[in-house]
């Protein structure tokens, strides 16, 4: 079925789960929507987070979407099950796929979970891994200084380093963990500073390719794959600063992305 699949997330990290799904799924056309002037959803109550959401889905509906990916934890932690009931196309979020890479890699059943406020607070993770593993042993943490930090462009250096050490500490105190989740999709931005303060004995998971894996496997189940070969752009919208986006995504890309613009979605309130 020859339209697009529409992907949204808080802010900028969610480009991560795209730049999966490009290149998993090249036939397929990608809208995509970063809420970056309303970043970070994970200090925000739940209505807020419900209620800035459905703006974003209600924007990409406007587009006619054939499949709706939640590229935002948060996001995922306090909608997916409201907008797979309610919309009539299929809704996959990042949580569950992240869930099963962790039980995936885990040798000894202890499992670390990083996170926004929000994500941690709605403990879905830690209910999707037991969900499929009963005896998995769960270690969640809220990271709240990380994604302003991504925002801001700041993935590498002394900052960065610093920052990561000082949020991760509670993870390293008597922790027997070999899995660490990376349970916001700005967090693969830090990889590399992760990886370097919690060790190299623990694996890092992130959900974007299980996230693409499951998309492709969701739209051949429902016949929607694009199976014909036809020109097309991806399209890029930001409700903040289009420099700041460009910036992040020419990290993640190697290049900046076409056909990007600001768009407000915010809904008037009478």
Known sequence: MNKPIGVIDSGVGGLTVVHELMRQLPKEQLIYLGDTLR????????DEIRTFTWE???????KNIKMLVIACNTATAYTLGELQEKLSIPVVGVILPGARAAI?????????IIGTEGTIRSNAYTQALQTIKSDIVTYPLACPTFVPMV???ILSGQLAERTVEEALLPLKINNEMDTLIL????????????QESIGSHVTLISSSEETARETSAILEMNQLLNDVEEQFSHQFYTTGDVEAFTSLTKRIFDSSVDNLKTVSIEKAII
Request: charged fraction near 20%.
């Open 39 to 46: 970043c970070p959803y994970g200090p925000r109550s739940a």
């Open 56 to 62: 974003m889905v209600d924007f990409l509906l406007t």
């Open 183 to 194: 349970g916001c999709t700005h967090y693969p931005l830090l990889k590399d500073v992760i």
């Open 151 to 153: 925002e801001k462009g």
């Open 104 to 112: 995936k890699s885990t040798k000894n059943n202890h499992v670390g």
